[in-house]
């Protein structure tokens, strides 16, 4: 059973101000350590894991990764070992530390080393050397990740009246990989809506990694707007000053790396007249938190 995420009202000015209703679903909420969407696509995985009957997991993820972070603390929770395959070269950010806290045996891949995951026979040297573990593709990614988060949907609609609705329109949340977005793209009904605001530049086979999970459903179904302000992991102080502006507004936590540019660009796409007035929309905290600390 998936903890419940909490949804209410998104009380800020320029929603206000352009009359569009905004409900947040905050599954920042649901864990303080296996935040966000990652309860939701480890699900599966986890299932998978155990049916194969593996010792643990082992995954891959960069030196600030909120998914090797979720990881590592389930692994400890839950008591299964973990493996780590990072990105670059060693250093130790507030998440590295955590994951070696929590247990997570760690290996630093270079940035070549990293690039070679999609290769065919990236995990064979890993499987011969780990055979009792089970891999998880990259952000708890593919199928078996969307299909935790298609519970994402039964969880905000059970919920409805606490904005005050009966129904809505459409989904708003940031895009890495697309896998939550997919998930929701499969639990939702043909009339709604999704809009993916990618905090990953252009390129980085979003649209292909959705496509590939849903196989032939229709692209229409969702649209992917960009919102990664010159790359993925890059800052700016608009960014940062609208974020400021939007939590002390709003009381609600938003990261820079994901829900503060997917809020963004939320504000841009109502700026341009992309929504009717009275529209409603759900945007979900896909959580994210831990990485504000650098
Ligand atoms: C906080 C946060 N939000 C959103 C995402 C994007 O999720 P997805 O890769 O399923 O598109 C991630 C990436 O894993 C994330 O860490």
Known sequence: MLPS???????????????????????????????????????????????????????????????????????????????????????????????????????????????????????????????????????????????????????????????????YHGWWLACGTGTTLAGLVLAESQTRRLYGAMAVPEGHGVAENIQQILGSVNPERYELIAASRGGFARTDPALMAFIAECEEQSGVPFEPLYTGKALLALRQAIEAGRFAKGSRLIFVHTGGLQGNRR
């Open 5 to 167: 995420a909490p949804l209410h009202r998104l009380d800020l000015p320029w929603l206000e101000q352009a009359d569009i209703d905004v409900a947040i679903l905050r599954l920042d909420l649901i864990d303080p350590l296996i935040s966000g969407n990652k309860w939701f696509k480890l699900k599966h995985h986890l299932r998978a894991a155990e049916h194969a009957g593996a010792e643990g997991v082992i995954s891959l993820g960069g030196a600030h990764s909120n998914h090797l972070h979720a990881l590592a603390a389930a692994g400890r929770r839950f008591h299964f070992s973990t493996v780590g395959l990072l990105r670059g070269h060693p250093i130790e950010t507030a998440t590295v530390k955590d994951l070696q806290a929590f247990g997570m045996e760690l290996h630093w891949l270079g940035y070549a080393g990293y690039r070679a995951r999609h290769d065919a026979d990236f995990w064979t040297p890993w499987r011969e050397r780990y055979p009792q573990l089970y891999p998880v593709p990259e952000g708890g990614g593919g199928l078996d990740g969307a299909l935790g988060c298609a519970e994402i949907v039964s969880q905000a609609r059970s919920q409805l009246g606490k904005a005050g609705w009966d129904d």
